[in-house]
């Protein structure tokens, strides 16, 4: 049986290095740095946002940037974040030439933001990716303190974040206790995909929200990992 705790590397997670684990196992284990190579530079992530970072580093032609990830479902444990990356920039300090760290808060009450400032290591801003994926002035102009927010990777992964961990599958009348005080779920969608619109759409009706999508692609995250490529080049 693997290592849990272990990140999985690309090349174990597929029959390719170029290729990404399954959601299930970027969540549970994260993703680990191919092996190491002068002149490279290394972005700690959450595994949640490993499909969409690669996506950009393709696209880019960013050839001189490595990822590593975090289980996503640290998500659910933000007091664990920030040792955990503190570990990671330690462990791959001396072997890259930067490093830079693909979270915005996630909960960690502005404790990464101060070990990065310590380490000298940028991170991006923003209080979560619900924030930055939308760009984070709009976000916060918004105000919407009653609104629930899933991205892609959320939507695929909605029974291991939010239905199972809160016990729905088991007690569906805690439903509303839990999501009494929200009114709709916000579907932040990086791609235009109408089957995860539709698993979206069916995850705001088994929480008796209201629906609505919003088509942000990568927003601030594209901005910021652009200006990190520049500035390690």
Known sequence: MPDRARPLTAREGSSTAAALPDDSTLTDRGLAPPKVRAGRVLLIACGALARE???LIRQNGWEHMDLTCLPAILHNHPGRITPAVRDLVERNRAAYDDIF?????????GQLQSACAEMGIEMIAGPHCYSFYEGNEMFAGRDEAT???L????????D?????PLGLERHPELRDMY???YEKLVYQAQTDDPALTE???DCARRLGLAFERRLTGYGDLKTVLADWARQST
């Open 160 to 164: 291991a974040f939010v239905w199972r």
């Open 179 to 181: 999501f009494g005080n």
């Open 147 to 149: 609104a629930f927010y």
């Open 199 to 201: 698993k979206a759409q």
């Open 101 to 109: 760290v693909v979270y915005a808060d996630c909960g960690t009450g």
């Open 53 to 55: 970072i690669m996506t």
């Open 151 to 158: 991205t892609d990777f959320l939507v695929r992964q909605f």
